[in-house]
């Protein structure tokens, strides 16, 4: 029998390091090939480990917390075969995708089979994730793949019983009661909470120290009357809804920008530092700044100036699910060329986003709100809208950056010109 040093697989995508987030065995534990034994954070995205041999954990390549390079020590097995172990390291093993999402939908209609009569448990890395993100024991889950196998339709399953349980037991509680669930007593803590900063968490302060204390950031701002923008969405909304896409502004708002990049390209760039070059990049991909309860993250919409506005909305929709729900991969978390920042109808009237470095601007967009404006000398009630654009004072001016931020508000005010774009 042999042991075998698992090392953290090659991440890909200029990353090379990753920070343990969660280990999901111990030392001595037993697990079997493909068993899920670490959840890690890359400055990308959670993913999580799978083993790539049975055997016996006999060391922890780190504790919770901290970073591990790739090709250190991850996890090293004992007692597996000489032929295993050799055929392990002959094996190429590929960074891990985050799992595949398991929805919870209303009541399922299939009908109910019986449990896996084995104690051992089938299923998928994935499966077994989602489970334990809901608190699921997998041994109360119906299977319905082959051999006892847990598929995720099952785990969903699952789920639905348990609220429309839950639902009926609140409703009972109710009848009883109105107030029963507001009568819980919590005293306050005496005590000062440390939080250690892990994970996203980690990822942004590094990343926002970084762009601060780079690039030399100014900020520019402006109103735009987008009055006509609010009333084309208002025409375009049940097209949109037919096709079951969430039309918002912010698709409009990326044509505008995509539009705009391609007349002053150098916002479409990213600095090089040590080599003192300016890449201008030919493809233009939009990262879109969006809120987890985890922290920011920034999903990537590629070749942004090549989708139309309804194929934008549906792929922002998509992407910001997977946000939330942590399913992001790696590659939709890279390659972004420009990046803008959508503060949203909760947030201000103007701010100073930071630059997502190395880029060299970011367009922060801002509440539409109803306000007096003066058209043609007259006052009227129009849609107005915040907008500032951060951008690397050593690189871009600010004439240049004035011309950038006036193209777009042209185009947002008169957004028919969008309509003269195929795409």
């Known amino acids: 029998m042999s042991t075998y040093d698992f090392t953290l697989p090659d991440i890909g995508e200029g990353l090379h390091e990753a920070e343990i987030v969660k280990w999901l065995v111990k030392e001595g534990d037993s697990v079997k090939e493909n068993d899920s034994i670490v959840e890690v954070q890359t400055d990308k995205a959670v993913v999580e480990i799978s083993a790539p041999v049975s055997g016996e954990i006999e060391k922890l390549g780190g504790e919770e917390g901290t970073a591990i390079k790739v090709g250190e020590i991850l996890v090293r097995f004992s007692g597996i075969s000489d032929e295993r172990a050799q055929g392990a390291i002959a094996e190429e093993v590929e960074f891990p995708t985050p799992p595949e999402e398991v929805q919870v939908s209303k009541a399922s209609k299939e ?6 009569p084995n104690d051992r448990i089938l299923a998928a890395p994935s499966i077994r994730k989602a489970a334990r993100d809901a608190g699921v024991d997998l041994r109360e889950v119906n ?20 609220q429309e349980q839950e639902k009926r037991e609140q409703s009972e509680e109710q009848e009883i009661s109105p107030l029963a669930a507001n ?13 250690k900063i892990t994970g996203t968490r980690k990822m942004i302060f590094e990343k926002m120290t970084k762009a601060q204390r780079n690039a030399v950031m100014c900020t520019g701002m402006d109103e735009v009357n987008v009055s006509s923008l609010v009333q084309m969405r208002r025409t375009l909304m049940p097209n949109a809804e037919q096709q079951q896409i969430k039309l918002t502004y912010l698709p409009f708002i990326i044509k505008a920008v995509t539009h705009t990049l391609k007349r002053y390209p150098i916002f479409n760039s990213s600095v090089d530092e040590e080599n003192m070059t300016i ?11 969006t ?28 992407l910001t699910q997977k946000a939330r729900n942590k399913k992001l991969k790696a590659a939709e978390l890279t ?8 503060t949203g109808s909760q947030g201000g009237w103007y701010a100073t986003p930071i630059i997502n470095y190395p880029e060299v601007a ?14 043609d000398d007259e006052i009227q009630i129009g849609h107005m809208m915040g ?14 950056s004035g011309k950038f931020m006036h193209h777009v508000k042209e185009i947002l005010e008169k957004p028919e010109l969008l309509i003269l774009e195929a795409k």
């Open 362 to 375: 970011i367009m922060g967009i801002h509440k539409i709100k109803k306000q007096a404006i003066v058209v």
């Open 111 to 116: 009908n109910p089979v019986k449990k896996n």
């Open 279 to 289: 890449q201008y990049h030919q493809d233009i991909h939009i990262g879109v700044a």
């Open 183 to 195: 009568q819980h007593i919590v005293f306050p803590s005496t005590e000062d909470r440390i939080e």
């Open 335 to 342: 390659g972004s060329t420009f990046t803008i920042s959508n």
């Open 143 to 162: 299977p319905t793949g082959k051999g006892g196998k847990i598929l995720s339709k099952d785990l969903q399953r699952h789920l639905d019983n348990e």
């Open 387 to 400: 907008m500032s654009l951060t951008f690397d004072h050593r690189i871009i001016d600010g004439e240049p």
């Open 291 to 318: 809120a987890t309860e985890n922290g920011l993250v920034v999903p990537v919409i590629k070749h942004a100036d090549k989708k139309s506005i309804l194929e934008i909305a549906k792929e922002i929709e998509e």
